[in-house]
């Protein structure tokens, strides 16, 4: 893998992002379920639920295998290939059951990246992703994945020089 492994701290800051973002999300929806009358604990945490993977199934699809969380702190989920993870199959295997297996434990699935060689946690490993940092200069800026100088063909690498020239 050639590409530069996402830090612990930017992982951990993107949950933190995401986390915000759909608890908001959760706390609106609870108060128009109470202002409707429906007032049941397992009906708010179902719809809560949902929230989520329907956040996370948006956002990485729309984003390139990133949420708001991950391009703020320029990170990008890719699958073994080196594509962006887009696809719902691996979302919901990553994102809803491997998570899940990661939380189980003691939280062990996710400090599993501190001692991992490529920094994957157990649902990374059972989907079959990386996190990888993709080194945008601002927040705002949508980088394009990045690529080692060996993967690009000469015509490329001459392009890239002459911005005049089609690539």
Not at 51 to 57: F, G, K, T, W
Not at 66 to 90: A, E, Y
Request: glycine share 8%; hydrophobic share 45%.
């Amino acid at each position: 893998m050639n590409y530069q492994k996402a830090s612990f701290w930017r992982r951990l800051g993107a949950v933190l992002v995401d986390g915000i973002i759909v608890g908001i999300g959760s706390i609106i929806l609870g108060a128009i379920l109470s202002l409707i009358g429906v007032n049941s604990t397992s009906v708010s945490n179902g719809l809560s639920m949902i929230i989520s993977i329907a956040y996370y199934l948006v956002t990485y699809m729309n984003m390139e295998g990133r949420t708001i969380g991950k391009k703020l702190l320029n990170i990008q989920v890719i699958k073994k290939d080196g594509t962006p993870m887009t696809d719902p199959f691996t979302i919901i295997i990553r994102d809803v059951v491997g998570k899940f297996i990661s939380a189980a434990v003691l939280l062990l699935g996710y400090i599993w990246m501190l001692f991992d060689k490529n920094n994957q946690t157990w649902h990374d490993k059972i989907a079959g992703t990386y996190v990888v940092y993709t080194g945008a200069t601002t927040a705002n800026e949508m980088p394009t994945m990045p690529q080692h100088p060996t993967d690009m063909t000469t015509e490329q690498n001459h392009a890239s020089e002459n911005t005049n020239q089609p690539v």
